[in-house]
């Protein structure tokens, strides 16, 4: 009797204390990221173009539109417009040019004395599918046949082109042309690099017992890239108006005597680009595990 | 002898008494463990809000199981309702202090919840 009422007890206190010891259960979850913008208004966004410059290895303004394109239709609920990529470069530089040769305001206002580029340029300029082609070289009276712009090379260079984001009513046009979608557009500084010093690295080293051990060591090296400076502008087709900015920088480098394509350092400075481009449009999940307990 | 064979019954009825002295609050525990339970299984099978509405009740239901809120601030977490979450967590560590567990999850989900912050305020 004593024996089995004290297993009982045994087998009842085991119990509890199976019960109190903590079952947990790792699953994974995916944490979302609302997007920095609202685009709930818009079902349609053009990827217009960018200002680009740094590098001529790769056309980073042809390269990013296709880019952002692509990634825009599969990763994100926007219908992505296809349309031929605004040279912004030589629109921006036209705009530049027609606001130098302005003259006072007081002289004859027919035109404003301006040559027709000027003109179209000011108003609206020639957006959309015909916009490539209806740049400045096609204007009969154009100085000079508008020349190419100057090279890009450096952040300062892109200073000149800025003030076309802020052109409202060229987005506008823009934005009328392709019935009001959200307008990416922006700059894009491609450049090259090249630097030497010191720098750290792991080295595995292995003893008279054949012990691997690692061990950091400081080497001299000589060492070229890429750096790549996007700078996405977001513009309301509807209003012409910008709604979001959105920069960054990002680098990569490799031994000197590695020769990597421009272009594949390009995709590779993207790689990393292309969350926080599309963390601003739509919802980015953030994939980890947690426990749940019982 | 008599003596020692009462003495198992004894304990046992002083045990009863005990669970007796707080039907309460073992009945709460109970329903709320089932809740929990349930909302595990389903959380597994990836129906998020049926488990985060499970969780709810158990913490509901009895407020001082930091299972209960631990696992509501990771459904939460899991619907991004950040603010939600971190209540639930920080409820969680409050009652349970030393469960490296749930430490291990509120400190995974701050480091998100800091990054989102950093996003918005960008």
Same mark, same amino acid.
């Given at each position: ?64 539109? @296709? ?29 530049? *040019? ?20 000027? +003109? ?12 490539? +082609? ?18 890009? @090379? ?64 400081? /080497?001299?090296?000589? @060492? ?6 996007? *700078? ?10 910008? /709604? ?11 031994? +000197? ?14 790689? *990393? ?7 601003? /449009? ?11 307990? @019982? | ?5 009462? %003495? ?6 002083? $045990? ?8 309460? &609050?073992?009945? $709460?525990? =109970?329903?709320?463990? =089932?809740?929990?339970? &349930? ?7 990836? %129906? ?10 158990? $913490?509901?239901?009895?407020? =001082?199981? $930091? ?14 309702? &950040? ?17 490296? %567990? ?21």
């Amino acid at each position: 009797m004593t024996a089995r009422s004290a297993a009982t007890i045994a087998s009842l206190v085991l119990l509890t204390f199976t019960s109190a010891c903590t079952n947990f259960f790792e699953v994974p979850i995916e944490t979302p990221l609302s997007p920095k913008m609202d685009v709930t208004a818009f079902r349609r966004v053009l990827v217009a173009g960018f200002i680009s410059g740094g590098t001529d290895d790769v056309d980073a303004n042809l390269e990013t539109v @296709r880019l952002l394109r692509s990634q825009l239709r599969t990763k994100s609920g926007l219908r992505v417009i296809e349309a031929d990529v605004l040279p912004l470069a030589e629109l921006a530089a036209d705009k530049a *040019k027609a606001a130098a040769a302005t003259p006072a305001p007081s002289s004859e206002t027919n035109n404003g004395g301006l040559p027709k580029v000027a +003109a179209d340029v000011q108003t609206s300029a020639p957006p959309g599918p015909a916009a490539a +082609a209806a740049a400045a070289p096609q204007q009969p009276n154009a100085p000079a046949a508008a020349p190419a712009p100057e090279k890009i @090379r450096s952040a300062k260079d892109l200073e000149k082109y800025q003030s076309i984001f802020s052109d409202v009513a060229f987005w506008k046009k823009i934005g009328e042309e392709y019935e009001n979608p959200l307008i990416v557009t922006g700059t894009i500084l491609f450049t090259p690099l090249q630097t030497a010093g010191f720098i750290t690295r792991n080295v595995e080293q292995y003893d008279n017992l054949g012990r691997r051990t690692v061990v950091p060591q400081r /080497l001299y090296m000589e @060492r070229k890239g890429f750096a790549i400076a996007p *700078k996405f502008i977001f513009i309301d087709g509807r209003t012409g108006a910008t /709604l979001h900015t959105e920069s960054t920088r990002e680098e990569v480098l490799y031994n +000197a005597q590695q020769n990597t394509p421009a272009l594949s350092s390009y995709f590779e400075l993207m790689d *990393k680009v292309i969350p926080m481009f599309l963390g601003t /449009l739509s919802t980015q999940k953030i994939r980890g595990t947690r426990v749940l307990l @019982r | 002898m008599k003596m020692r064979a009462l %003495l198992p019954r004894a304990a046992a009825f002083a $045990a009863l008494l005990l669970v007796a002295a707080e039907p309460a &609050f073992a009945d $709460a525990r =109970s329903t709320a463990k =089932s809740q929990v339970d &349930f909302g595990i299984k389903v959380a597994q099978n990836g %129906l998020w809000k049926e488990a985060v509405y499970r969780w709810e009740k158990a $913490a509901e239901v009895d407020p =001082s199981y $930091a299972a209960a809120w631990n696992n509501l601030g990771i459904g939460y977490e899991h619907e991004g309702r &950040f603010e939600d979450a971190r209540k639930a967590y920080e409820k969680a560590v409050a009652l349970d202090p030393k469960n490296v %567990l749930i430490r291990q999850n509120y400190d995974l989900f701050k480091e998100i919840n800091d990054r989102a912050k950093r996003r918005n305020d960008r």
